[in-house]
């Protein structure tokens, strides 16, 4: 009996002191944000029981990065609400409200930014806190992800290649304006040659026999002559004609000279063509045009004459195809690539090369920078990712685009835009070299 009574008071003290333990603390979630693509970050988490709240802030270099936008990420989309502020400051803060609370994994909000030149962009800190149904808060570990270095080197090249480029539009400009000026004044000397002519011509005729002159005007910068004035020969009993003022060797010397001046310009033209192959993509980012497929395969036609050609002409990047690269006027080849894999090298002959890369898996702004000198000449490859649409498919992507749908959000970076447009396109296009009827077909 006395046992008994002894295990009886034994137990009642055990399960008071377990009812005075406090409970155990909540599984922790995961709280992580990392790049999702070219200009953007994914804020995202997982191992999430139960969350009603999130209050999440990450720190950035202001001098590295601009934030353009805060938008909601899958997690959040018809299930909460999210809200952003401090957006410019380098400190944004992101607040998620659920109704009812959540649980799973997934992204929370995407962040679209534009890096400052030399840099791919950089976020130094997160720290966010959770609160469950039950009003508790779940412990979060956080982690950050920046751009690898080889991404920073490539972004800071790219800046290089576009300053290049930007410098030397300057350049040809000037030059332009100044072969313009040239021409300007070289056409003003001919009008007064002409004019002097056909005064002299005018004059009572002398018995002193007059002796032909010619006058060469000063050259145009591509050192052919500007224009050509000839005089006519005139004896004591002949007079020019006023309708003639101008002998026809002169009006055919004028002819000639600017002939050739102007085929000098288209050359210098063309030529200024060579150093940057104008970026497909881009044509598509500035395209107010009409919207069909066949006004989008048009902006896909390539530069003539480019020292740099792609075959096939569009590859879509299923991290398996090649593009082979035709480059010409290289004795030696000093490149790097961008978002591309060097499959093959070889030289062709003593100025060309042949080079096979592979674009990575998904990418549409695959590139190859070559060095020349202390410049730099970007050739955008012409990349898309794969994506199951064809032509017929075109009426109802325009329709859905238009409401602001996300259904043919081909790249999957939350929105659509001229990028799904250029990666449409470009599958229908990559099916037409295949054989398939594709757009511009008849």
């Excluded at 060469?216 to 052919?224: D, N, R």
């Excluded at 055919?252 to 000098?264: D, F, N, P, R």
């Excluded at 030529?271 to 009409?290: I, M, Q």
């Excluded at 238009?402 to 001229?418: C, E, H, P």
């Amino acid at each position: 009996m006395k046992y008994a009574r002894l295990l009886v008071s034994c137990t009642l003290a055990l399960l008071l002191l377990l009812a005075a333990l406090p409970d155990a603390p909540a599984a922790a979630a995961n709280l992580s944000i990392s790049p999702g693509g070219d200009g953007i970050y994914v804020l995202e988490c997982s191992a999430v029981n139960e969350v009603e709240t999130m209050d999440v802030t990450f720190r950035y270099d202001n001098s590295a990065m601009t934030i353009v936008s805060v938008r909601e990420g899958s997690l959040v989309s018809g299930r909460g609400t999210l809200s952003s502020s401090g957006i410019g400051t380098g400190e944004v803060r992101v607040y998620v409200k659920y109704t009812p609370p959540v649980s799973g994994n997934g992204p929370i909000a995407i962040i679209s930014y534009t890096p400052k030149p030399g840099s791919a962009g950089n976020v130094s800190s997160l720290r966010g806190t959770m609160i469950n149904s039950d009003k508790e808060s779940i412990p979060v570990a956080v982690s950050v992800r920046n751009p690898s270095q080889p991404d920073q080197q490539l972004a800071a090249d790219k800046a290089a290649a576009d300053k290049a480029a930007a410098d030397k539009a300057a350049a040809d400009k000037a030059a332009a304006d100044k072969a313009a000026a040239d021409k300007a004044a070289a056409d003003k000397a001919a009008a007064g040659q002409a004019a002097a002519g056909q005064a002299a011509a005018e004059q009572p005729a002398t018995r002193t026999p007059q002796v032909t002159q010619t006058t060469v005007i000063p050259s145009t910068p591509t050192g052919l002559p500007a224009s050509i004035s000839v005089g006519m020969p005139k004896d004591e009993t002949s007079k020019a004609s006023p309708e003639s003022p101008v002998a026809p060797e002169a009006s055919q010397g004028l002819a000639s000279a600017e002939k050739s001046a102007a085929a000098e310009a288209a050359t210098r033209a063309e030529a200024a063509t060579d150093d940057k192959s104008p970026e497909v993509l881009e044509r598509f980012r500035n395209y107010r045009g009409e919207r069909s497929l066949q006004a989008f395969a048009a902006l896909f036609k390539t530069t003539a004459n480019s020292s740099i050609t792609q075959e096939p002409r569009i590859v879509l990047s299923d991290g398996s195809a090649k593009a082979t690269l035709l480059i010409k006027g290289h004795s030696t080849l000093k490149y790097s690539l961008q978002k591309a894999k060097r499959s093959s090298l070889k030289k062709t002959a003593d100025n060309s090369w042949q080079l096979e890369v592979v674009p990575d898996k998904g990418t549409h702004t695959a590139a190859i920078m070559i060095r020349q000198g202390s410049s730099t000449v970007t050739f955008p490859l012409t990349v898309a990712p794969p994506a199951k649409v064809t032509d017929k498919d075109f009426p109802a992507y325009l329709s859905e685009r238009a409401k602001g749908s996300t259904r043919f959000d081909l790249n999957k970076d939350g929105v659509t835009n001229y990028i799904d447009d250029y990666i449409f396109t470009a599958n229908c296009l990559a099916a037409r070299q295949h054989g398939a009827k594709g757009p511009g077909t008849k």
